[in-house]
């Protein structure tokens, strides 16, 4: 995907009225691109960047063969998309219940 194609894409999540944050990580953890203030993104990068290994350590102990995808992690007051990818991670912050 060429850098425009993530900057449009990005953009339009960003865009989008129940969205809250947009996270690109790269496989180190570091941020790419966010829309969040510093303090929460450094918390989000660190703590999905975690979230993602462990899910997919399990998924592989369960089927060497099979791979993470995708992600969901809803709580009471946010859904978090996690798409992870071989060289980053994209992380969607939404409030499904805002109006």
Known sequence: ?????????????????YVEGVLIVNEDGQTIKSN????????Y???ITKLVEQTTFCV???????????????TKKHE????????YLLIVIQNPEKK
């Open 80 to 87: 978090i998309m996690i798409v992870p990818d071989k060289e």
């Open 60 to 74: 592989k102990e369960m089927d060497e063969t099979n791979d993470l995808s995708f992600l969901r992690v809803r």
């Open 1 to 17: 995907m060429s850098e425009v194609e993530v900057e449009e894409h990005f953009k339009r999540l960003t865009n989008n009225k």
């Open 36 to 43: 969040l203030d510093p303090t929460l993104n450094k918390k």
């Open 45 to 47: 990068s660190d703590l």
